[in-house]
């Protein structure tokens, strides 16, 4: 069976400094993962996809994660924090292929102080 | 192109009530979903569609029922309304490629219910 665990429900960060938003993955199948982001009153919004390509997957507005397999993990970073990140971001693990099923973690707050 | 669109955004049911959430998209996607987001949780599956006349339940579909009669739309019924039923509900939909679902879901900016 499927799950994702995001290790941190809440991150705060001082604007400029670096984001680091933490996800494991288990996954019987070769995964696709995906982090999405979420603006207060929002829809979710994609922020970048691994489909067993690169393992390091550069995203909109500066995010990037790395795919570890040996580690079971798919973190989130961006090397400086602005305002408008601050959101909700969640970490999602699909089956791939066909599947229709995307398992979402329960999301990590970012806060951004100024 | 206004992509996945969701009415109503708000709406307060009174216990025993019904309701239907409406989803269209206009992206010819085949594959939609409805989730529900719970405070402090990740979106729950309610129901999924792979193309029209095609739905199937997603992970909590008890107390929910859906139809996909065309491409575009993907109405949520709710029946008998419940205090549990209380959620943000968002309707998504994506793309397949060559036979495989690509992941990208888009989403409309969802509906808030309140059963009272």
């Known amino acids: 069976a499927q799950s994702v665990t995001q290790l941190d429900s809440h991150v705060s960060v001082s604007e400029g400094t670096p984001v680091l938003l933490r996800c494991n993955y288990s996954?019987?199948?070769?995964?696709?993962l995906f982090w999405y982001v979420q603006h207060p009153n929002k829809g979710l919004q994609l922020l970048l996809k691994y489909t067993s390509a690169a393992t390091l997957v550069k995203g909109i507005n500066g995010f990037e994660a790395e795919f570890k397999k040996s580690e079971t993990s798919f973190h989130l970073t961006k090397p400086s924090a602005h305002m408008s990140d601050a959101a909700e971001y969640f970490c999602?693990?699909?089956?791939?292929?066909?599947?229709?099923?995307?398992?979402f973690g329960s999301g990590t707050r970012l806060l951004v102080r100024p | 192109n206004a992509g996945v669109t969701q009415t109503p955004k708000f709406r307060i049911l009174k216990i025993g009530q019904s309701m239907t959430l409406q989803c269209t998209q206009d992206?010819?996607?085949?594959?939609m979903y409805w989730y529900r987001q719970d405070p402090g949780m990740g979106l729950k599956l309610i129901y999924y569609?792979?193309?029209?006349?095609?739905?199937d339940k997603g992970e909590v579909p008890n107390g929910y029922n859906v139809s996909r009669s065309t491409t575009e739309d993907f109405p949520l019924r709710l029946e008998l309304a419940a205090p549990s039923q209380t959620s943000v509900y968002f309707c998504a939909s994506s793309q397949s490629t060559g036979g495989a679902n690509t992941g990208e879901l888009f989403f409309g900016e969802g509906s808030r219910l309140t059963v009272l």
């Open positions: 569609s792979v193309g029209a006349g095609i739905t």
């Open positions: 999602v693990v699909s089956e791939g292929g066909s599947s229709y099923k995307l398992i």
């Open positions: 996954s019987s199948y070769s995964p696709s």
């Open positions: 992206m010819n996607h085949n594959y």
